[in-house]
């Protein structure tokens, strides 16, 4: 079974730009999250999707966004880049039908803003 | 703050020794935990999940829960080399469905 694919690997973008990343969850599940991590703040969640329905949302600015389709595929949009925004975003996929579903990471998009 | 703590380490064993990895965390709310192995420009990688107080073993590793002292750790057996990397702790609660991740411990096994 294929794992949790995201793409682009890699990003550069300029501050000011906007950048959309793509996750493709395993197959079957339903439940995508987002997490962003720095070396100075580690891990931290962003919004979670199930059945195209935002259900769970991290302590982010509204410049963070994102969507699910109907096939569970999902993207992550961040508008007006900004430095800080520089970091490893790791899409997570899982079943979603239990609260306690372990999450199975894809390989992640490093974005960096210069 | 719902918080998860770990010693950044780096935690140093020997080659065959057991390494013992620690996490507290502080919200009693807290329902499922997961232990990820993170090696250095790599995703994390999901390793063993606990939901009931105890211990429960898979292969080298056992994952031990105490919910009234509110710690979960993680031990791995006849360390390896290849076990070096860093170890995430991860706490969900029922309602918010998020993990909280701890800072991780870096794991290294001397030959």
């Known amino acids: 079974k294929a794992g949790v694919t995201q793409t682009p690997r890699y990003l550069i973008k300029t501050r000011g730009q906007q950048v959309t990343l793509s996750c493709s969850p395993i197959?079957?599940?339903?439940?995508v999250s987002w997490y962003q991590q720095t070396p100075g703040q580690g891990l931290q969640f962003l919004f979670e999707?199930?059945?195209?329905?935002?259900?769970n949302k991290g302590n982010f600015p509204g410049r963070f966004s994102g969507r699910q389709f109907s096939n569970s595929r999902s993207e992550m949009n961040v508008s007006t880049l900004e430095l800080g925004d520089s970091a490893l975003y790791l899409c997570a996929s899982s079943l979603g039908d239990r609260a306690n579903s372990p999450l199975h990471f894809g390989n992640g998009t490093r974005l960096t803003v210069t | 703050q719902k918080e998860v703590e770990q010693n950044s380490g780096p935690l140093s064993v020997p080659e065959g020794a057991i390494a013992s990895l620690n996490c507290t965390y502080s919200?009693?709310?807290?329902?499922?935990f997961f232990w990820y192995r993170q090696y250095s420009g790599k995703s994390p990688e999901l390793i063993m999940f606990i939901y009931s107080n105890g211990d429960k073993e898979d292969g080298r590793f056992t994952a031990q829960l105490n919910k009234a002292s509110q710690y979960v750790s993680l031990l791995i057996r006849d360390s390896q080399p290849s076990d070096s990397a860093t170890y995430l702790c991860a706490v969900k609660d029922t309602g918010r469905r998020a993990l909280t991740f701890g800072s991780g411990t870096r794991l290294q096994v001397q030959p």
């Open positions: 999707y199930f059945s195209e329905t935002q259900r």
């Open positions: 197959s079957g599940h339903r439940s």
């Open positions: 919200d009693r709310g807290s329902q499922s």
